[in-house]
Every structure is written in C-alpha cells, then in structure tokens.
C-alpha cells in the first residue's frame, strides 16, 4: 500500500515501483515506510483443545480466529497476548512459551501485519465470549475448524497441530 501525499508537506509522492517499498518526498525529503503493524496472540490450550474465537464482526464476521489484536502504542507483545486473551475470552492466562511468528495481510486492507504467537494455559476468569466475538469453543488438535479468518492462522493452527501430535 503506497501514499499518495507526503504526511509533511502535504506533496504529492511518487507511486509505482513495490508495493511495500519505502516511498520518499522529492519536495521535503521525507521517507515513508510502510511496515507491517504488529500483532500478538494467544493460543490457549487445554487438553489437547485451543480455545477460538468465532468473530462477531468484520472483517472476517463469522469465521474462527486465534485471540489476538493489535498492539498499543509501547506495549510488549506478551501483554498485549494476555491482554487480548482476557479481552475476548474472559480468561487470565499465563504464557507458556513463544509457539510463532507470521506475516499476513489484513484482510483486504493492503496493510502487512506481523502476528506472534504465544502459547498460554488458563489460569482463572470466566470463559465469556467478548464484546466481538460471537462464540467461544474449544477445538481438539484432530478438529480443527477449515474457516479461519486470517490466512496465516491456518499455518499458525497446523504448527500447533503438529507440535501436539508430537508429544503425545
């Protein structure tokens, strides 16, 4: 996704070239980069089950997802796990260990997003589905739902499938 005004002085910056490619301002000098936002889960686990979500809103209303979001603005990707977990579960967890990261599009956005993933045990709360999401559920490594929202959690899922075959 390229800009098509400097920030700055409000010039009109050049396009073409790669998508994801820096862009720089002929008239101030300005340089854009266009990083892709990070983002941070929580796959908790249970019995041989991940907890997902199935999605209230869009994008992606009605397909299941790992629980996770946005970082805020200085927050470590581990709290923003927790964070999101508590959010849209209403289960404290505790991290485990780091399970991956993944790059994907957001939706159809044009945005890059930069996923990591946390492995996570519950420790209390109470199982709610939050306010965007529209039901929870427990899913056994050998059930996996086929519909996940973002295309990288299908990877994300099929990791934490093969690491649960492994150990037992």
Known sequence: MQYTF??????????????????????????FYHN????????????????LVRRGI??????WDIPG??????EHPEDAARREALEETGLEVRLTGLHGIYVDDYGDTGHKTLNIYYLAEPLGGALR???????????????????TAFAHESKVLADWREREMSRR
């Open 129 to 147: 589905a939050g306010s965007d999401a529209a039901e929870l559920r427990w899913f056994h490594y050998d059930e996996l739902p086929d519909r």
């Open 69 to 74: 979001g946005f970082l805020e603005a200085g």
């Open 6 to 31: 400097c920030h700055y002085c409000g010039a009109k910056l050049p396009s073409g070239g790669k998508p994801h490619a820096p862009q720089s301002c002929a008239a101030c000098g300005a340089t």
């Open 36 to 51: 892709a936002k990070p983002c941070a889960g929580a796959l908790v686990v249970k019995d041989h089950r991940v907890l």
């Open 58 to 63: 869009e994008p992606f209303k009605d397909y």
